[in-house]
């Protein structure tokens, strides 16, 4: 995928180049060619097409273009719903049939296995769509303009506020209030809207003035598999709901039916812990962060055999002293530590469940693991965010029987 944070310039005049987009690369542009043989990462083009893109960025080793004309269609190419697509951040397949873009992220996955971690794709399962690939999100953050407190999206550029009347992706309560927030950001920052379909509980933060429903609420209450989560507003929670029940349905499939000790690293609010905190002897979940440790005490609570330790998961499993015959992962993009994988091959869990967002850290670390004696059973790409280049597995890998 294109770089984040790398060294780049603007070419010096309109570089307008005409490509073959390739297959899709994570992130979800497609990957191209230039006459001289430079990999131009080509936003808004489906693999196959034929498409006129101008450069908008040019690295030391790669370019990053932007589609401007589509000279040879792909016939999955569709008319996206949302008027501020190519402009907005936010999606990046809209201009993709929702089967293909199910269809590129698997191969996304397939191939970052491959390339990454030198590993087979037989373990590859099809990957596992959304029933509703619109309304999902759960969970938004808009911006805001000083001058007239309009609410919206930065724009893909990164510069300048675009006012957002509709965002298709967004939970349905989300884009009701949406039109009652306008013009009353001034002075804010950002506004977090948070909403679970399932409690009828929501947030918006910080206060908003002005509006006609109540806002400054600094938790909200979340269902996942039957169980109530309080969520604050800086912690984690899955932002997809239905794909989160999903996501629970394949971790406990990986998981044993029964154990002696599990750890949920990551944990966040301590999802995994108190879902599956009745098939183990007892559950130790860990999380650096403040407020999602104090939210996973209180979602923990009425656990009897779990607890929260709060720190790295790289600092706190290694001196670990009770073995554990279970690990869920579930790490941010950058992936594990290297401490945690080397603290995992020397205790061996019978079975590890890795939970990743980013098939290319995932990828690095399933290979040191299974370089260090696991054997990687399954890795189930989870479309968790439709419409855009974000890919979700869950992966399991189990310690083989002696
Ligand atoms: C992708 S979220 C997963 C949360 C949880 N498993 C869930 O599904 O709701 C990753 C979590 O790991 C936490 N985190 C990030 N780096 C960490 C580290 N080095 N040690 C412990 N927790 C960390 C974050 O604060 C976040 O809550």
Redesign the pocket.
């Known amino acids: 995928m294109p770089r984040r944070g790398h060294r780049w310039k603007t070419p010096p005049e309109q570089l307008t180049l005409t490509l073959r987009a390739e297959s899709l690369v994570f992130g979800g542009a497609a990957l191209a060619r230039a006459p001289d043989g430079r990999v131009v990462f080509t936003w808004f083009a489906a693999p196959g097409e034929l498409v006129e893109a101008v450069v908008e960025r040019e690295y030391p080793d790669y370019l990053e273009a932007v589609t401007t004309r589509v000279l040879e269609p792909s016939p999955d190419r569709v008319e996206p719903r949302c008027p501020l697509f190519g402009e907005c951040g936010g999606c990046q397949l809209q201009h993709m049939a929702y089967p293909a873009q199910l269809r590129a992220k698997e191969a996304v996955v397939r191939e970052q296995l491959k390339r990454i971690g030198g590993l087979g794709d037989d373990v590859v399962r099809p990957i596992v769509g959304a029933r509703e690939p619109w309304g999902y999100r759960n969970h938004v953050r808009f911006s805001t303009g000083r001058k007239f407190g309009d609410v919206g999206f930065i724009s893909r550029r990164g510069h300048g506020l675009l006012k957002v009347e509709h965002c298709p992706i967004a939970d349905p309560w989300v884009n009701e209030i949406l039109p009652q927030l306008q013009g009353h950001g001034a002075g804010l920052h950002q506004i977090q809207v948070r909403h679970s379909a399932a409690t009828g509980s929501f947030l918006v933060n910080p206060a908003v003035p002005g509006v006609p429903f109540p806002t400054g609420q600094t938790s909200y209450l979340e269902r996942l598999a039957g169980h109530d989560f309080v969520v604050s507003a800086s912690?984690?929670?899955?932002v997809n709901t239905a794909q989160?029940e999903e996501?629970v349905r394949l971790v406990g499939e990986a998981l044993p039916s029964r154990g002696r000790l599990l750890v949920?690293?990551?944990?966040?609010?301590g999802?995994?812990a108190r879902i599956f905190a009745d098939r183990f002897d007892s559950v130790v979940a860990?999380?650096?962060?403040n407020s999602?440790a104090r939210d996973a005490k209180v979602n923990l609570a009425p656990v009897k055999n779990a607890r929260i330790r709060i720190?790295?998961?790289?600092?706190?499993l290694p001196a670990f002293e009770d073995h554990p015959d279970a690990i869920?992962l579930?790490?941010?993009r950058p992936g594990c530590?290297p401490p945690?994988l080397a603290a995992i091959t020397a205790f061996r869990p019978r079975v590890v469940v890795y939970?990743s967002?980013n098939p290319a850290t995932l990828a690095r670390d399933l290979r040191v693991l299974v370089d260090g004696g696991y054997r990687l059973t399954d890795v189930t790409p989870l479309d968790m965010f439709p419409q855009t280049g974000h890919i979700e597995c869950v992966s399991r890998l189990e310690w083989p029987a002696a």
């Open positions: 912690a984690f929670f899955q989160a996501m949920d690293a990551f944990a966040g609010v999802t995994f860990i999380e650096e962060s999602a720190g790295k998961v790289e600092d706190i869920v579930d790490p941010p530590a945690v939970v967002c």
